[in-house]
């Protein structure tokens, strides 16, 4: 499933919300200054590297599918690009300040992971977990879409868990301690095009058939035509630090 973002690399590009710079103050203040060098994994088109860019530091990006790690390296041609997954790559032995995964852990093996980023890390590094969680400012629009989608599958998601999900591995696993969260929300409003377009790069759209595809597009257009053409989205910004020991 990894791997099917690769199909939309372009739409995801273009339409994917990226994370907002307050999450920077809160990073450098849990690390007590600028972590480096810093590593993305699974870092998709870069969402999440355009951000970690702004602290100055040398950035490396972990990508399992050659083309978003294409829109990537065409993007930041500063940055290093490993076309791997995060289980088959091999960090450097220097060790990294910064561990950052955004809206991809829970694609990460749950044997492994915290395991994995414990080794990438120098001693007292930090791991950020973070992600968008989607959600809707009108409850009239969240139950409207719920029941579309849910119709076509009901499979829980990763915005229905608590939103630090994150911390139970961390702090179980004994790699990590400090284990912090931090939350922000934005508020945007897409007109309908626009909203299907994002719909179309997430997981539980896309592993579906084709018909089941054009079926929830079908129903939502409708539904939102209902809301005036435009949804309202609430964005829950999540971000889980934790410090390597």
């Known amino acids: 499933m990894t791997r099917v973002f690769g199909e939309v690399a372009a ?5 994917r919300p990226g994370y907002p710079d307050e999450l920077l103050p809160a990073l450098t203040a849990y690390h007590g200054g600028v972590p480096a060098p810093v590593a993305d994994i699974g ?3 870069g969402k999440c590297t355009e951000l970690l860019l702004k602290l100055g530091a040398p950035v490396t990006a972990v990508e399992p599918d050659p083309r978003m790690a294409a829109v990537l390296a065409h993007k930041f041609p500063q940055v290093e690009v490993a076309n791997s997954a995060f289980e088959q790559w091999t960090p450097p032995q220097d060790g990294f ?5 955004a809206t ?14 414990r080794t990438a890390l120098l001693p007292r590094g930090t791991l950020a977990i973070l992600h968008n969680s989607r959600g809707y400012a009108v409850p009239r629009h969240a139950d409207d879409i719920s029941a579309v989608l849910q119709a076509i599958d009901p499979t829980p998601s990763v915005d229905d868990r608590a939103e630090d999900w994150a911390r139970e591995g ?17 508020f945007p409003v897409l007109r309908k095009d626009r909203y299907l377009q994002l719909l179309q790069t997430f997981s539980p ?9 054009r079926r929830a597009v079908t129903e939502l257009s409708a539904a939102i035509d209902g809301f005036g053409g435009v949804v309202e989205m609430d964005i829950h910004t999540i971000l889980v630090l934790a410090r390597a020991v």
């Open 11 to 15: 739409l995801y590009d273009e339409v």
């Open 43 to 45: 870092a998709g088109t």
């Open 97 to 101: 300040g910064l561990l950052a995964c």
């Open 104 to 117: 991809a852990w829970h694609w990460m093996d749950e044997q492994t992971r915290e395991r994995r980023a």
């Open 170 to 186: 961390l702090e179980s696993s004994g790699l990590f301690s400090d284990v912090e969260v931090h939350g922000w929300h934005s």
């Open 205 to 213: 759209f896309r592993r579906h058939s084709t018909q089941d595809q």
